[in-house]
């Protein structure tokens, strides 16, 4: 009697609490069968949603299912982990609840791993009131409203995921008042507004700013017909957004800016991005409405369009703005866009000395990369905000080819980077010399964009995002 009493102790873990457990859902399953077993597998994805507890795994097998609104919690140690058997995990119903395909809500710890969700009533994925929730290698496409969508959500992470031909808005949203959102290696393309946008929505209550996100390493195209930005962020502040590859985006690129947040999108570092603007877009950097104390450093900014050019920006926000070692379409503004400068007189007023022009941006081989680019499949879980900050994430992979231009000019100038902005992020100093300028040049003659289509006038759509 004492053994057995012992054994059940065991199996029930420390202070009686129960051992985490591996369940199946499959097409042709039983939700009365115990589950842990493909064998015994469950038949929907709702009743598992309604019994898991921290630390639980539920393998999903290929098929198409009903979604699921899951509000229970894991644990920071011992996640609930619904994980889909590969691409063919398909979901093609909205969950009973909410008129999404996946809804997490007033949960934590959750991670959702590898589902297709298409053609959904409003969003793909929907993730609100909650706090560490991941989402990684889901496809989400054609969804009436978002692919991926939260808010009020905090230390939220988005990443390896493809976002695609939202109908009415945006691709990615992160909105509502949040922290530490990490949005990372995502394929966003051809969604009606913006491809990635951050809102702080005071509207919704909170503090209506957005702190400490983290955007990186995403290819974004095709995106804004319907106006907006290839990222697009409205009151994010003290944030990071590094290594990506925008193009052919027919609104904006990225823009820094209030609508309706509490304040401007400020302190915040846009670095080594690459954003080659399609012919009807507008400009490749847009800073305005009291955005102040914003870098841009290090990016290839290059614009198709016949007047918009390289950075625009408003007289409410230069104070703190610093701006070099990019290579870019020598246009600028510091109006807004009513008025246009070129290079030399930018520098003029103090920003990018260490910059050059770009020629003329061929046609060959962006299209090729973002072809090429498949969505990695990240294997390093989530991220800490102090690792993030530090620049210890791995490097940007094939999607990024383009920025090789500025590796190959890359020589040091210690009077432009300080120590701990390279601890951030490598500086790559265009232009410091003739044979760096040349070989920036010949890079970027190989770099080129997809063809351009027509764009909406809009200049965002007004989605007010909180949690309806």
Request: net charge positive; with cysteine; aromatic share 4%.
């Amino acid at each position: 009697m004492r053994s057995l009493l012992g054994l059940l102790l065991v199996l029930a873990g420390p202070a009686g609490t129960a051992v985490a457990a591996d369940y199946w859902v499959k097409n042709g399953g039983n939700d009365a069968a115990p589950g842990l077993s493909p064998a015994t597998a469950w038949a929907t994805l709702g009743h598992a949603a309604a019994v898991v507890n921290p630390g639980d795994t539920v393998h999903v097998l290929d098929g198409s299912y009903q979604g699921f609104d899951l509000r229970r919690s894991g644990t920071a140690g011992n996640p609930i982990t619904f994980l889909a058997q590969s691409p063919s995990t398909l979901i093609t119903a909205d969950n009973p609840d909410t008129p999404d395909g996946i809804n997490v809500e007033d949960a934590a710890h959750i991670v959702l791993d590898g589902f297709t969700v298409n053609d959904r009533t409003r969003a793909g994925v929907r993730v609100a009131v909650s706090q560490f929730v991941t989402v990684r290698n889901c496809h989400t496409g054609n969804n009436g409203r978002w692919g991926i969508f939260s808010g009020f959500a905090d230390d939220f992470t988005i990443e390896n995921n493809e976002a695609h031909h939202s109908q009415a808005e945006h691709g990615i949203y992160v909105s509502n008042t949040c922290v530490n959102p990490i949005v990372r290696d995502n394929l966003v393309h051809d969604n009606h507004g913006n491809g990635i946008h951050m809102n702080g929505d005071v509207s919704q209550g909170g503090a209506g700013i957005i702190t400490n996100a983290l955007i990186e390493r995403n290819v974004i195209y095709g995106n804004g017909v319907g106006g907006g930005s290839g990222i697009n962020l409205d009151g994010v502040q003290q944030s990071v957004i590094r290594n990506n590859l925008l193009h052919d985006n027919h609104a904006s690129g990225i823009s820094l800016y209030r609508i309706d947040a509490a304040a401007g999108s400020s302190h915040d570092l846009v670095i080594n991005n690459t954003i080659v603007n399609a012919a009807d877009s507008r400009w490749c950097v847009n800073i305005n409405t009291g955005s102040t104390n914003d870098t841009v450093r290090n990016n290839i900014l290059y614009n198709y369009h016949s007047f918009h050019g390289a950075i625009a920006i408003d007289s409410s926000s230069r104070t703190g703005f610093a701006s070099d070692h990019n290579a870019v379409i020598s246009r600028f503004s510091t109006d807004s866009g009513d008025t246009v400068i070129d290079l030399t007189a930018w520098q003029g007023l103090g920003y990018d000395a260490g910059s050059l022009a770009a020629r003329r941006v061929h046609r060959r081989t962006i299209s090729t990369a973002t072809r090429a680019r498949s969505v990695p499949r990240s294997t390093s879980g989530l991220t800490s905000s102090s690792s993030r900050r530090a620049g210890t994430t791995r490097p940007i992979r094939a999607s990024n080819a383009v920025i090789r231009a500025r590796r190959v000019a890359r020589t040091r100038a210690p009077t432009a980077c300080s120590a701990s902005a390279r601890r951030r992020s490598p500086c790559a100093v265009m232009g410091s010399s003739a044979a760096a300028r040349s070989a920036t040049r010949a890079t970027l003659a190989r770099t080129p964009v997809r063809s351009a289509r027509t764009a909406g006038a809009s200049t965002r759509p007004r989605a007010r995002a909180a949690s309806p």
